[in-house]
T-cell receptor, first 113, second 113 residues
Framework: EAGVTQSPTHLIKTRGQQVTLRCSPISGHTSVYWYQQALGLGLQFLLWYDEGEERNRGNFPPRFSGRQFPNYSSELNVNALELEDSALYLC????????????FGPGTRLTVT | GQQVMQIPQYQHVQEGEDFTTYCNSSTTLSNIQWYKQRPGGHPVFLIQLVKSGEVKKQKRLTFQFGEAKKNSSLHITATQTTDVGTYFCAGSLGGGSNYKLTFGKGTLLTVNP
């Protein structure tokens, strides 16, 4: 069984640019979660999608957005990049909404210069 | 908002010594999960605790959920070099549309062989 996949692996962008990160969940998983892992800050919850709908979002500005497609894959978009957006962006999936174990992908390392 | 505090931030032990990390929530949790992230890797689910006072064991790892469901601990007996990594606790307030995991900042464990 294939795990959660994310693309790209690494990304370097300039302040003010926009970026799109992609995530494919484990087959059969309908919930996708996005987290930001910045150095020293642990995992910060960004967004949760389930059945194509945004179910919850963390304490991040509106320039962080995303969507989930009918095949349950997901995109995370970040507009007007700032230096502090440099982080590892992790996607996780779970089989259903709610308190189930989350399976994480390898992440996308975003560097903003 | 909900906060999950984890201590210590770092722990260095000699191989064979025991290790414990503690997790405290500002609010009563419905469940708590534990994850391990190896250096350069992504978080991997270890266990979920749901019941007040619950204790679960996985080989050398013992997980506890406090009676008030506001704290938890992970204890590793006789650490090995393979235990190196960051251990995160993550709590949730329940299911439904407001479900989200709030992660502690993690405890980085290093083991001297």
């Amino acid at each position: 069984e294939a795990g959660v996949t994310q693309s790209p692996t690494h990304l370097i962008k300039t302040r003010g640019q926009q970026v799109t990160l992609r995530c494919s969940p484990i087959s059969g998983h309908t919930s996708v979660y996005w987290y930001q892992q910045a150095l020293g800050l642990g995992l910060q919850f960004l967004l949760w999608y389930d059945e194509g709908e945004e179910r919850n979002r963390g304490n991040f500005p509106p320039r962080f957005s995303g969507r989930q497609f009918p095949n349950y894959s997901s995109e995370l978009n970040v507009n007007a990049l700032e230096l502090e957006d440099s982080a590892l962006y992790l996607c996780a999936s779970s089989q259903e909404r709610g308190p189930y174990e989350q399976y994480f992908g390898p992440g996308t390392r975003l560097t903003v210069t | 908002g909900q906060q999950v505090m984890q201590i210590p931030q770092y722990q260095h032990v000699q191989e064979g010594e025991d290790f414990t990390t503690y997790c405290n929530s500002s609010t009563t949790l419905s469940n708590i999960q534990w994850y391990k992230q190896r250096p350069g890797g992504h978080p991997v689910f270890l266990i979920q605790l749901v019941k007040s006072g619950e204790v679960k064991k996985q080989k050398r790892l013992t997980f506890q959920f406090g009676e008030a469901k506001k704290n938890s601990s992970l204890h590793i007996t006789a650490t090995q070099t393979t235990d190196v990594g960051t251990y995160f606790c993550a709590g949730s307030l329940g299911g439904g549309s407001n479900y989200k995991l709030t992660f502690g900042k993690g405890t980085l464990l290093t083991v001297n062989p």
